[in-house]
């Protein structure tokens, strides 16, 4: 297929266009409305204090003692979530399309929801929320329902080889074990990203507007116009997140946002780029998988000081905001690679 033969809808740009500049603007209209119930209702983030292996997280408390001596809220991620869900039930409500990521997006934001609220009841005790298994569990029962529905009513069974255009594997119902790992990976991704000020609000920002190309270039406008409503709600997000941050996204936030962008790599046919553009999340994930099998396979000993790697960097003596911006310039030319890939496989 020939560049020159994909053409693009003025009115359907301008949709798009119009989506990703309303959610800016919805979102930037709700924030005064969420943070005067998170300083009236004291919805603050509650640090943690062990690790993931239940030993004291020393290194951690000593990074960010100073950031928690003031009460930051948390559960912002409710003010891109609400902005966005809006939007699409009101513009952009696609049976075929977008339906699906809404639904899960939704459902998602759900599971972080009610640990973020048994975060901020813990006054300080330690405990992180839901237990890490009960999340995971709950992530893959929401996963699962969507992966059933993305085969039997959607009708999606087989995924694009890389490479070969034109060319795909048939799986038939192993595309819902397919679409639970995907979804549930990336999900778990983007919640250990978010951990600094601006990262993983920048980041998301990023898969997302990348994943608005792709999905334009596919002719899928429904799924192009959900990504560019979810990037102008991150914006707005993102403007108040900046170090030193104002409020926090939450796990509402997180499990939202990497579900999400699971279930858009689905519709777009591009699992095995998702790594590739969202080589940052990647790159989150793998520290701590590997600081965790270190630990227990050679008696205690680690391999970064402190994972994920982000606060690695922290650490060995990098600002927070140098990490996050090195991050974001890691993310822009990971998106920009992913970007180039789908091109030429597309238009091989």
């Not at 900046?242 to 279930?263: E, I, K, N, Q």
């Not at 922290?314 to 993310?331: L, N, S």
């Amino acid at each position: 297929m020939d560049v020159t033969q994909v053409t693009l809808g003025g009115s359907e740009l301008l949709k798009i266009a119009l989506l990703g500049v309303g959610g800016f603007l919805l979102a930037m209209l709700l924030t005064p409305l969420y943070t005067t119930a998170a300083y009236k209702l004291q919805l603050w983030k509650r640090p943690r204090t062990l690790s993931l292996m239940g030993t004291p997280a020393t290194v951690f408390t000593k990074l960010h003692a100073e950031k928690h001596k003031r009460h930051i809220p948390t559960m912002a991620g409710v003010i891109f979530i609400t902005a966005a869900t809006i939007l699409t039930l009101a513009c952009n409500l696609e049976l075929k399309e977008t339906w699906l990521p809404l639904a899960l997006f939704v459902a998602a934001a759900g599971v972080g929801l009610i640990d973020d609220i048994l975060n901020i009841r813990s006054n300080g005790t330690g405990k992180a929320g839901l237990p890490s298994r009960l999340k995971l569990f709950l992530i893959a029962l929401v996963a699962a329902g969507g992966g059933w529905y993305f085969y039997t009513k959607l009708g999606f069974d087989s995924t694009q080889l890389p490479g070969i255009h034109s060319a795909s594997l048939y799986l038939g119902w192993l595309i819902i074990p397919l679409f639970v790992l995907v979804v549930v990976s990336t999900a778990n991704a983007v919640n250990i990203s978010d951990g600094l000020d601006g990262l993983a609000g920048g980041l998301t920002t990023i898969a997302f507007a990348v994943y608005t190309v792709i999905a334009l270039i596919e002719q899928k406008y429904g799924i192009a116009g959900f990504c560019a409503t979810i990037v102008g709600t991150l914006m707005a997000y993102t403007w108040f997140n900046v170090y030193p941050a104002r409020f926090f996204m939450g796990d509402v936030g997180s499990f939202a946002l990497g579900t999400a962008l699971g279930v858009v790599a689905m519709f777009t046919d591009t699992v095995l780029l998702l790594p590739v553009i969202g080589a940052v999340f990647v790159a989150e994930a793998g520290s701590v998988i590997l600081q965790v099998g270190s630990k227990k396979l050679r008696g205690g000993k680690k391999i970064f000081r402190v994972s994920p790697v982000h606060h690695h960097f922290e650490a060995i003596g990098w600002p927070e905001t140098k990490v996050t911006m090195r991050f974001w310039v890691i993310g822009m030319v990971a998106g920009l690679v992913g970007l180039a890939l789908f091109m030429m496989g597309r238009f091989a």
